[in-house]
């Protein structure tokens, strides 16, 4: 039987009945829907490829030359302000023939304000002003005093202690921008040292970050002719309270446990004014400090933690009572300038920040870095309409509060604007102030 060859189903080829040609319309439809398509995708690669490449090449690039300080006092009155230096002849001050005096301002209404030029010379005065008359213009402006007692400072930001030309920048801006000395945070609120300690015990630990010996951060300030300012934090410390247990509080039935703060995310350990080893700890870091040259160093953190109810439970009782601000006193030669919030100053009871402030007597020389904040200083009729008002209202109830303590306004320029913080600034100079500190 002959076999039939399979060659498969044949399938006929046909043109698809349903395809029509395309009108002039539709082809100019297409086309244009095509570029918008293009142009949107364009849009889209630069919106988001662009700042995606930006971030790409600016990683492990040193950020402080981004960093530029607002003006200082100095700078944005150039034109007014002449430095005076200790050797300068006194008579050189004086205003010429038909200058209008720089120790007498006025407001913005044109009301005449008190002389200032009485409470030259010293840092964070606040001493009574004169009630001495003078004719001036309303748009004069009081001149803030720079002599040898000034700190006219600006706080660098972190990354300024990256390396030795990131810290160089920095000061060579900060001296461009009218400061006369710039804060250094050597020691952060997590215990770390951001200079090359040569402690023994912290030298090498993990708590040893710098990258710059103390001797090499002292070189570039004489180079800029800028004074420093050393920042460390006291007694919030969770690093170094891991690394020598006895400077943690204990839990009254396991004396061997640290306490840990529980308010924290996570919880951490906080410094014990009361331990010997805290005082032990901290007079080395000051010693440290002073042999490098640093004459003015700032305190943080000089406080007790938030304390909860239930950690009552744990803790000794004498840490919850009246009188524990004494402990604090345990720890204030750490440094010569304390720090405090306004709104903690001038409470009608002393916040946790200004605690040591009940027995002045034990303060000595210390001088109180006020903390002029926009979150800080609420009121029943909520804030005063101009900076000019808050920064006079918290000033004056400050002085009062301190107890005839110098007072060294801070900044925090995070809550104010440029022209915000130029008018605290020059309100300070029409009190009396030659020093601040710009954060």
């Known amino acids: 039987m002959e076999k039939r060859r399979y060659y498969g189903r044949k399938i006929k080829k046909t043109k698809n009945l349903y395809r029509r040609r395309k009108s002039t319309g539709q082809k ?6 095509l570029v918008v398509a293009a142009s949107a995708i364009a849009f889209l690669g630069f919106c988001i490829g662009k700042p995606l490449l930006d971030y790409i090449g600016s990683i492990g690039k040193d950020d402080t030359a981004a960093w530029t300080p607002q003006a200082s006092y100095t700078a944005l009155h150039s034109d007014e302000v002449t430095a005076g230096t200790p050797e300068a002849d006194p008579d050189d001050k004086l205003p010429a023939e038909g200058q209008v005096d720089s120790a007498v301002s006025t407001d913005d209404n044109g009301s005449e304000l008190v002389p200032a030029a009485e409470n030259a010379g010293s840092v964070g005065t606040n001493q009574p002003h004169s009630t001495g008359k003078s004719e001036i213009k309303p748009e004069t402006t009081i001149l803030m005093p720079v002599n040898s007692d000034s700190l006219v400072s600006v706080e660098a930001p972190a990354s300024s202690l990256a390396n030795r030309s990131s810290l160089a920048a920095v000061l060579a801006k900060a001296k461009a921008g009218g400061y006369n000395s710039v804060v250094l945070q050597l020691k952060d609120r997590n215990g770390m040292f951001r200079y090359k300690t040569t402690i023994e015990g912290i030298a090498g630990s993990d708590l040893d970050a710098g990258a710059m010996t103390l001797d090499e951060i002292m070189t570039l300030f004489r180079e800029n002719e800028l004074i420093p300012v050393a920042e460390i934090a006291v007694l919030s410390d969770e690093k170094g309270c891991a690394l020598f247990t006895d400077m943690s509080y204990k839990c009254i039935d396991s004396p061997e446990v640290s306490w840990l703060d529980y308010s924290q995310s996570p919880p951490r350990r906080w410094a014990n004014p009361d331990s010997d080893a805290t005082r032990e700890y901290f007079a080395k870091v000051t010693t440290e400090l002073a042999l490098a040259g640093f004459e003015n160093i700032l305190i943080t953190d000089v406080t007790f933690p938030d304390f909860q109810h239930y950690d009552a439970e744990y803790i000794a009782a004498r840490y919850f009572a009246d009188d524990r601000y004494k402990y604090l006193y345990n720890v204030i030669k750490s440094g010569n300038i304390i720090e405090m919030k306004a709104s903690d100053v001038i409470g009608d009871k002393y916040g946790r920040s200004a605690e040591c402030l009940t027995d002045v007597s034990q303060l000595h020389d210390n001088s109180v870095a006020l903390i002029i904040s926009r979150d ?14 808050l920064t006079e209202t918290v ?19 995070s809550g104010f604007d440029d022209a915000e913080r130029t008018k605290i600034v020059s309100a300070l100079g029409a009190l009396g102030y030659d020093s601040y500190i710009m954060r």
Request: glycine letters at 6%.
């Open 395 to 413: 000033t004056a109830l400050a002085e009062k509060k301190c107890k005839g303590l110098k007072i060294v306004p801070v900044i925090d320029s």
């Open 376 to 389: 800080d200083l609420p009121t029943s009729a909520g804030y005063p309409a101009d900076t000019k008002t």
């Open 28 to 33: 100019l439809l297409s086309t244009v829907l």
